[in-house]
């Protein structure tokens, strides 16, 4: 196959890697699936994104929910460093690896937002260009899957790190991209500086309370908790649908259905997903003192979606099995009859 020169040029830029960011940290992420764009962005292909071009495949829960075409998205993140190291994470966290969180973004130089976007793109196309010689892939999807239209800001690190977020919102969204963007819920400031919403806005909301809060993501920041609670109220009246996202661990943050329901009512959320905690990747660490029976049922999760419903006042509207993942909606006419009800 003959590669254009602007093509040979962009994939060369693709393989660059942030030159702040330790050998060893890059390498071990490449054996990940990780494809480093820039000095500072990477991109992976999502299981649902891969199972999805199959002819037998299914999408995600945001297929179910929100009606996106799972085999028509990026994953991606424009900013890899994070500031807090949640015990569930599946993803590397740099201490872990002996590396500072801060070691690897792009320390003051900041990758302009135009070419974040095609560099992404374009490293999604050649990622899925393997797809199109498997037997088990529909040839139609795998064509319109070189046109993304989603793309989840999510991938790992923090995103809202990058500064100039607005810009890379307002450059998918011109190429007629659809933007998932999801923060960890501590930069109130870079969240009131977006002067472009993306399609939707999340925040992961990992406990209930200050206490179980810290246990969990284990913050590298100091006033992590002040921080979360800054960033609900800036989250509130952002001109976008808005979504929370727990993710619920047995014995650990499953539990206190009041305190979530204080946070829900604070932050005003669209939707509430709850999601099964998976004990896969980094999860697995011998350091996160996790385990495979704190990952809860769909039963379990169903159960506990009706008790924060029940406090909170949203309904429980929906639910992806696959995904071990249940959705509650903020309607102000809720009737016992309208609650989804789990279905083995």
């Not at 590669?3 to 030159?19: E, F, L, M, Y």
């Not at 960011?21 to 891969?50: D, N, W």
């Not at 994470?89 to 070691?103: A, Q, S, V, Y």
Request: contains cysteine; hydrophobic residues 40%; positive net charge.
């Amino acid at each position: 196959m003959k590669i254009s020169a602007d093509r040979k040029i962009t994939v060369q830029k693709a393989a660059a890697v942030n030159p702040n960011m330790p050998g060893k940290l890059a390498e071990k992420m490449r054996k990940q699936g990780y494809h480093f764009v820039g000095r500072h962005s990477a991109t992976k292909i999502c299981a649902y994104t891969s199972s999805s071009l199959k002819k037998d495949g299914t999408g995600c829960y945001k297929s179910k929910f929100y009606g996106i075409a799972s085999h028509r998205c990026i994953q991606a993140t424009p900013a890899i460093g994070c500031n807090l190291a949640c015990s569930f994470c599946w993803r590397i966290i740099p201490e872990e690896e002996g590396f500072k969180w801060n070691e690897i973004n792009a320390m003051g130089e900041w990758d302009d937002p135009g070419r974040i976007a095609e560099g992404l793109i374009n490293e999604h196309k050649r990622i899925i260009t393997g797809y199109k010689g498997n037997g088990g892939v529909d040839i139609l999807r795998w064509h319109e899957s070189n046109d993304p239209a989603h793309v989840a800001l999510s991938l790992t690190g923090e995103p809202l790190f990058y500064p100039r977020m607005g810009e890379l919102l307002q450059e998918f969204h011109r190429r007629g991209i659809s933007t998932f963007l999801v923060t960890n819920g501590t930069m109130a400031g870079a969240l009131r500086k977006l002067t472009v919403m993306p399609t939707q806005l999340y925040v992961s909301v990992q406990a209930p309370n200050r206490e179980i809060y810290e246990r969990i993501t284990r913050p590298k920041t100091l006033n992590a908790w002040e921080s979360f609670q800054e960033f609900l109220g800036v989250f509130s009246s952002m001109p976008t649908r808005r979504v929370f996202r727990l993710t619920l661990i047995k014995g650990m943050n499953m539990l206190d259905a009041q305190g979530y329901a204080g946070l829900i009512r604070k932050g005003k959320p669209h939707y509430v997903e709850l999601k099964g905690f998976v004990f896969v990747g980094g999860a697995r660490g011998a350091g996160r003192h996790l385990s495979y029976s704190q990952m809860p049922s769909m039963e379990e999760i169903m159960a506990f979606a009706e008790e924060v419903a029940r406090e909170s006042g949203y309904i429980v509207a929906d639910y992806h099995a696959p995904s071990n993942v249940a959705l509650l909606c903020a309607d102000g006419n809720a009737s016992a009859e309208r609650i989804i009800k789990f279905a083995k």
